[in-house]
């Protein structure tokens, strides 16, 4: 019961900030994260953008390869199959989802709570927005990107959700939290707020913040609580410029904030504090047998 | 048997004329959207009807049901219809493509959606041992639809038309529930054909440019690579990857050391203009990180093997019976044969192997590293036994000189006389023997010979089973009175649960040990590590609780290159040592008790285990030299089941400030397989760690 207590105020306190100055502190788009790789990109409809075809980006739909003609069976897009390679220097270990196996044994995200290092919600195709691997939150789950801190530097964060409606109303932003974290005390979690409340016209909501700079190894939490299974993709954090404003809201930790954090560290120590070598997997070694006709 | 060519045609097949080879074409799109098939197409399945399917003789029955069902829909890619794949875990399904009687070179396509393919196209030859298979990897292209649909595609890889048995495409479903669609498959006329060449090894340059020889044939290493990227793409990748290695790669050692050599061949990258340059730069740029728990692999040359056996496996060791006529090698140690099997090629244990392909055998396995993607080193630039190791072993374990040499030279060596020939053996490994499969293929771990009473150990005659089991006893040889007790293993997989198998095994051996023994010989030679909860939990028997390091891994700070010096490391050392501890001992350890710890080739917990134990009051340490220093853990990514590589990431700092990355476990005797002990049947390592056990029994005057 605790334990569901404190992801619930978790979920809340982020909810909070999206939803009662959240937006407020976001500082305008594009201009927040000018200098971070992502901020050449398209923004807007992932359907309907081409980054990958025609430059270094990788996110985004996609041109249509044919013209418009009427009543059409499919629009066919171009993407960059190795994922947004524009987002150069990813403190995440794999922030596009591209690299994913379900044979990794320690792979850059992890399903949360923790339950097994197995990454097993990776998902493939044009639902993506940028190259073609993304994962989907089922919903009231959550997600561990794992990556590193860079001391000394404010940290520029985003991704991108793409919301259903679990109901009858208009799919919101505000139900998908986000929060650069840690399983340390050194630093306060980074609530990542949506920078609209409503997705944009191709049901993608963008989360980004700029936090002060962090001590310890840095985590990208999402959590769906939209009620039906989510999309994310294309998560990016970098060093941010020293120039950058901190979006970040900064105020003293609540008692919820401090259980929340609490919760997360509990959580993230069940991962491998050592060296991890598993004995072969068969599976593994069935796919290295693949030149076998 | 399905017939070849045009005879089997059915609805499901269409046969176009062949094209002119040329550059890499493909199905288009008309304006509404549907797939126009290129028109020079030579063979397609539009899954109208059902395809024919393909099953190989000696299939496993559970894998001989149809995998899929064919599925109607407007949002077919091709035509009305589509098949939805579900294949069972180990099962694969292969659809049968008709291709023309000439020799041409081709680029296949395939649609799925919902999941992921593993695909490759596939040829069999009537004559599979003059030809051997062509299998392409087929990965995304980068084009999606809005219904869902991803476009896979092949490299361009040769058919030698005429001597074709089948052709077909190979495919199973994953991450996906309930299976995968799969479309329009299309073969296109792309590249220029090559003959089928066998070549003599490594070192052979007739394969040219694109191929590099594997198992004495000439492979495609773009067969089983992803495209070139596009050239505007190019750069952004490399970026990419490079960064990757900048900041999650390695610890002090490794990062001062190995990266800039590995970042100098990524960077060498951008003016590649083929996959297989492009990549191999890549991967080149991943061994140069010199690291034991970094890795890049493609399966090149996998499915491949050869008909010849050479069944033996080699040690370093120290050639004191033909040292005289032929001195050691400065740098390295001597190479010996361990232990043989049937179909040894003439080796026996005791022999000395002088050369391979001309040069020393570590100076020649590990220089294979410019094209072999599997060369595995130690993070301590001064071990070798990766190397030395897999040599040779079975297919499935090494087998280097195998799969890469074109002779090998030895001295062979008597046991009976204790003397040596005056002249070495050059053999031609296509000279060997074929494999006629009697007995087993014998697994390498260092161990001359086996030594716990009763038979205990391992099968003698094969050396399977360390990899999981752990095998304890007497040792043989010695008196009750003596007491002396031993333990052969190599995985220190603890996961975490302390009633798993091998903490359990530890765990009880402890006891055991506790109760009734006067000393204990821990045989670990191929140790391949595990977690750190069981090299905790073998340090319990030697020592009282401290935490000697802190473990720093993965990485936590991006690139960050380790303590400037010892007086940061002990800073580090003390910020984490409670939160991310090594913690060694036990307040009950055995304080009387002697135990030898027997290494070889040990890494990453197998190097964690022996620095517990390093200094405690009754451990020493036997070994040829130090463990392979892999003092961190890992980082895994996957490229569509085509590509893997695993980074090393982090470093421990031990309790005085030194990072460890890199310096392997060093042992307390230096002691080395002696030629004459194997030709007499000893094992001398063991030897020398059962002397010291004997002279420091629990209880002795």
């Known amino acids: 019961v605790s334990r569901a207590l404190?992801?619930?105020?978790?979920?809340?306190?982020?909810?909070?900030?999206?939803?009662?100055?959240?937006?407020?502190?976001?500082?305008?788009?594009?201009?927040?994260?000018?200098?971070?790789?992502?901020?050449?990109?398209?923004?807007?409809?992932?359907?309907?953008?081409?980054?990958?075809?025609?430059?270094?980006?990788?996110?985004?739909?996609?041109?249509?390869?044919?013209?418009?003609?009427?009543?059409?069976?499919?629009?066919?897009?171009?993407?960059n199959p190795f994922g947004n390679v524009a987002a150069t220097n990813n403190l995440l270990w794999d922030g596009d989802f591209e690299w994913a196996s379900a044979f990794s044994d320690q792979y850059g995200w992890i399903d949360a709570p923790v339950t097994t290092l197995q990454f097993t919600s990776a998902i493939v195709g044009a639902d993506c927005r940028s190259g073609l691997k993304c994962a989907r939150v089922k919903k009231g789950g959550g997600l561990y990107g794992i990556g590193v801190t860079t001391r000394g530097a404010k940290l520029a964060a985003s991704f991108w959700a793409k919301p259903k409606s679990a109901n009858a109303s208009p799919p919101s932003c505000k139900k998908v939290s986000g929060a650069l974290t840690s399983d340390g005390a050194a630093d306060a979690d980074a609530v990542i707020p949506p920078v609209a409340a409503a997705p944009d016209a191709s049901g993608w909501c963008e989360y980004r913040v700029v936090a002060p700079p962090r001590q310890d190894?840095?985590?990208l939490y999402i959590r769906n609580d939209t009620g039906t299974d989510l999309v994310v993709d294309d998560a990016v954090l970098v060093r941010a410029p020293i120039d950058q404003v901190v979006t970040m809201e900064l105020r003293p930790p609540t008692p919820e904030d401090v259980a929340a954090h609490a919760a997360i560290v509990e959580d993230l120590r069940k991962l491998p504090r050592g060296p991890y070598d598993p004995p072969p997997n068969a599976a593994r070694r069935a796919f290295e047998r693949v030149g076998a006709p | 048997v399905i017939g070849r060519g045009a005879l089997a045609l059915g609805a499901a097949i269409g046969l176009a004329t062949l094209a002119s080879s040329g550059a890499a074409r493909a199905a288009s799109f008309g304006a509404d959207g549907s797939l126009v098939r290129d028109p020079a197409a030579v063979a397609w399945l539009d899954f109208e009807s059902e395809p024919p399917r393909y099953l190989p003789d000696g299939l496993d029955p559970k894998c001989r049901d149809a995998a899929f069902t064919m599925t109607a829909g407007d949002d077919a890619m091709d035509g009305a219809s589509f098949a939805r794949l579900l294949v069972q875990p180990g099962c694969s399904e292969r659809l049968m493509v008709y291709l023309p009687h000439e020799k041409a070179s081709y680029r296949a396509t395939i649609w799925a959606r919902h999941g992921a393919l593993n695909a490759q196209f596939v040829a069999i030859y009537q004559d599979p041992q003059a030809t051997p298979p062509t299998v392409a990897k087929m990965l995304?292209?980068?084009?999606?639809?809005?219904?869902?649909?991803?476009?896979?595609?092949?490299n361009d890889f040769p058919v030698d038309g005429p001597n074709l048995a089948h052709a077909y495409v190979r495919i199973s479903d994953f991450a996906s529930t309930a299976g995968v669609d799969v479309d329009a498959l299309e073969v296109v006329p792309s590249g220029d054909f090559v003959e089928a060449?066998?070549?003599?090894?490594?070192?052979?340059?007739?394969?040219?440019?694109?191929?590099?020889?594997?198992?004495?044939?000439?492979?495609?290493?773009?067969?089983?690579?992803?495209?070139?990227?596009?050239?505007?793409?190019?750069?952004?990748?490399?970026?990419?990857?490079?960064?990757?290695?900048?900041?999650?790669?390695?610890?002090?050692?490794?990062?001062?050391?190995?990266?800039?050599?590995?970042?100098?061949?990524?960077?060498?990258?951008?003016?590649?203009?083929?996959?297989?340059?492009?990549?191999?730069?890549?991967?080149?740029?991943?061994?140069?990180?010199?690291?034991?728990?970094?890795n890049a692999d493609a399966g090149i040359g996998g499915g491949l093997g050869s008909p010849k056996r050479l069944?033996?496996?080699?040690?370093?060791?120290?050639?004191?019976?033909?040292?005289?006529?032929w001195p050691k090698d400065p740098r390295y140690a001597d190479i010996l044969v361990s232990h043989v099997g049937p179909g040894s090629g003439g080796l026996a244990p005791g022999d000395r192997l002088l050369a391979v392909d001309g040069k020393h055998p570590i100076e020649w396995a590990e220089g294979l590293g410019d094209t072999y993607w599997g060369l595995w080193r130690a993070c301590d630039p001064n071990v070798h036994a990766e190397a030395v190791e897999r040599l040779g072993g079975p297919v499935w374990g090494g087998a280097l000189m195998l799969r890469?040499?074109?002779?090998?030279?030895?001295?062979?060596?008597?046991?009976?006389?204790?003397?040596?020939?005056?002249?070495?053996?050059?053999?031609?490994?296509?000279?060997?023997?074929?494999?006629?499969?009697?007995?087993?293929?014998?697994?390498?771990?260092?161990?001359?010979?086996?030594?716990?009473?009763?038979?205990?150990?391992?099968?003698?005659?094969?050396?399977?089973?360390?990899?999981?089991?752990?095998?304890?006893?007497?040792?043989?040889?010695?008196?009750?009175?003596?007491?002396?007790?031993?333990?052969?293993?190599?995985?220190?997989?603890?996961?975490?649960?302390?009633?798993?198998?091998?903490?359990?095994?530890?765990?009880?051996?402890?006891?055991?040990?506790?109760?009734?023994?006067?000393?204990?010989?821990?045989?670990?030679?191929?140790?391949?590590?595990?977690?750190?909860?069981?090299?905790?939990?073998?340090?319990?028997?030697?020592?009282?609780?401290?935490?000697?390091?802190?473990?720093?891994?993965?990485?936590?700070?991006?690139?960050?290159?380790?303590?400037?010096?010892?007086?940061?490391?002990?800073?580090?050392?003390?910020?984490?040592?409670?939160?991310?501890?090594?913690?060694?001992?036990?307040?009950?350890?055995?304080?009387?008790?002697?135990?030898?710890?027997?290494?070889?080739?040990?890494?990453?917990?197998?190097?964690?285990?022996?620095?517990?134990?390093?200094?405690?009051?009754?451990?020493?340490?036997?070994?040829?030299?130090?463990?392979?220093?892999?003092?961190?853990?890992?980082?895994?990514?996957?490229?569509?089941?085509?590509?893997?590589?695993?980074?090393?990431?982090?470093?421990?700092?031990?309790?005085?400030?030194?990072?460890?990355?890199?310096?392997?476990?060093e042992p307390d005797e230096i002691v080395l397989a002696k030629q004459s002990d194997l030709l007499a049947g000893k094992d001398t390592v063991h030897e020398a760690a059962l002397a010291w056990v004997r002279a420091h029994l629990k209880g002795a005057k």
């Open chain 2, 311 to 325: 069944n033996a496996c080699f040690i370093e060791g120290d050639a004191d019976v033909a040292r005289a006529a």
């Open chain 2, 197 to 294: 060449k066998s070549c003599t090894g490594h070192d052979d340059a007739s394969c040219g440019a694109e191929r590099q020889c594997e198992w004495k044939t000439c492979v495609l290493p773009r067969l089983n690579l992803p495209p070139l990227p596009a050239e505007e793409l190019r750069g952004p990748v490399v970026d990419v990857l490079a960064s990757q290695m900048r900041l999650f790669f390695g610890g002090q050692r490794t990062r001062t050391e190995a990266l800039p050599k590995a970042l100098a061949w990524v960077e060498s990258m951008r003016g590649a203009a083929t996959a297989s340059a492009f990549w191999g730069a890549w991967a080149r740029g991943v061994r140069e990180l010199h690291d034991w728990h970094t």
């Open chain 1, 217 to 219: 190894k840095t985590y």
């Open chain 2, 404 to 665: 890469y040499a074109e002779t090998f030279t030895y001295v062979h060596c008597d046991a009976q006389s204790g003397s040596c020939d005056e002249t070495p053996t050059t053999v031609r490994v296509a000279d060997l023997p074929n494999n006629d499969g009697s007995g087993y293929d014998v697994y390498c771990d260092n161990r001359p010979l086996y030594h716990l009473a009763d038979g205990k150990g391992p099968d003698p005659a094969n050396h399977y089973g360390l990899w999981w089991q752990v095998f304890r006893g007497r040792i043989e040889g010695t008196t009750a009175d003596e007491a002396i007790f031993g333990m052969a293993w190599d995985s220190l997989w603890g996961g975490g649960d302390p009633n798993g198998h091998i903490n359990s095994e530890i765990a009880n051996a402890i006891a055991d040990w506790k109760a009734g023994a006067r000393g204990v010989i821990l045989d670990h030679r191929a140790g391949n590590g595990g977690t750190l909860d069981a090299a905790t939990n073998v340090t319990r028997l030697v020592r009282p609780p401290m935490t000697i390091g802190a473990f720093r891994a993965p990485i936590a700070v991006a690139g960050f290159d380790g303590p400037d010096d010892a007086a940061a490391g002990k800073a580090i050392y003390d910020e984490f040592a409670a939160t991310t501890p090594y913690p060694v001992g036990d307040p009950g350890w055995a304080s009387d008790l002697p135990v030898a710890l027997v290494l070889h080739r040990d890494g990453s917990a197998s190097d964690f285990m022996p620095f517990g134990l390093k200094g405690a009051p009754n451990v020493r340490i036997f070994g040829p030299h130090a463990t392979a220093g892999g003092f961190s853990t890992f980082i895994q990514f996957t490229y569509w089941q085509a590509m893997s590589w695993q980074l090393a990431s982090g470093d421990t700092i031990a309790f005085d400030g030194r990072a460890l990355i890199g310096h392997g476990v």
């Open chain 2, 140 to 154: 995304p292209t980068g084009r999606v639809t809005s219904d869902g649909w991803v476009e896979l595609a092949s």
């Open chain 1, 6 to 79: 404190v992801w619930t105020s978790v979920m809340a306190l982020g909810a909070a900030l999206a939803g009662c100055g959240g937006d407020e502190a976001v500082a305008p788009t594009g201009a927040a994260l000018a200098a971070t790789p992502d901020a050449s990109l398209p923004s807007g409809d992932a359907g309907a953008t081409d980054a990958g075809a025609g430059g270094a980006g990788g996110a985004g739909g996609g041109v249509p390869s044919a013209p418009d003609a009427g009543p059409k069976k499919r629009e066919v897009y171009r993407r």
